[in-house]
């Protein structure tokens, strides 16, 4: 299948610089070979290309590339007045980072998560809990709850944690209170 001159025209860059395809590149070439248009473009093309990596055609004059690296080497040490400016904003940004830290608790309270290690630390419930079998909810209470519903299920307080439940609120706030069943 032949190539157009449009198709030789867009696959140009990448014929150039090797990055057609075996089989596509076999085609442009046959176009080329046969078209003296494309073939003067590909021509033309590579004749810039030779003469922009020459840098003898573009060579800076003496006192321009002088006057060009005193200003270089002027601008690259910081003035004080940057410095500050500089010190300045991160002392400022400080203060803001942390208001909207803290912010970000009060603004946005966490919905019951609660860190199983932190449980069992000082947790007012000890002995053995009750889960329900018919619960869908992962919640353990103690064993006189009355919000305990369904088919019970003795485990250890370790072991309930372990297997992902959270202490029963109203069973945490009757113990914190110090009405122990």
Not at 79 to 105: D, E, K, M, V
Request: proline share 7%; charged share 25%; net charge positive.
């Amino acid at each position: 299948m032949g190539v157009s001159c449009k198709e030789v025209r867009r696959d140009l860059s990448d014929y150039i610089d090797e990055e057609l395809e075996p089989f596509a590149r076999v085609a442009f070439e046959t176009h080329v070979k046969e078209c003296r248009e494309c073939a003067a473009l590909l021509d033309g093309m590579r004749n810039v290309i030779r003469t922009y990596q020459d840098a003898r055609v573009f060579a800076m004059p003496d006192d321009v590339r002088g006057r060009l690296q005193q200003r270089i080497r002027d601008g690259a040490t910081p003035s004080r007045r940057a410095f500050l400016a500089w010190t300045l904003s991160a002392a400022a940004t400080i203060p803001i980072g942390l208001a909207l830290f803290s912010g970000r608790n009060l603004l946005s309270p966490k919905h019951n998560q609660t860190n199983p290690s932190r449980q069992q630390q000082g947790s007012p419930i000890s002995g053995p809990v009750v889960v329900s079998n018919d619960s869908k909810e992962k919640v353990f209470h103690l064993p006189s709850c009355p919000k305990l519903e369904g088919k019970p299920r003795f485990l250890s307080m370790d072991e309930a944690v372990r297997e992902g439940y959270t202490p029963c609120p109203y069973c945490l706030g009757k113990n914190r209170n110090g009405k122990k069943s």
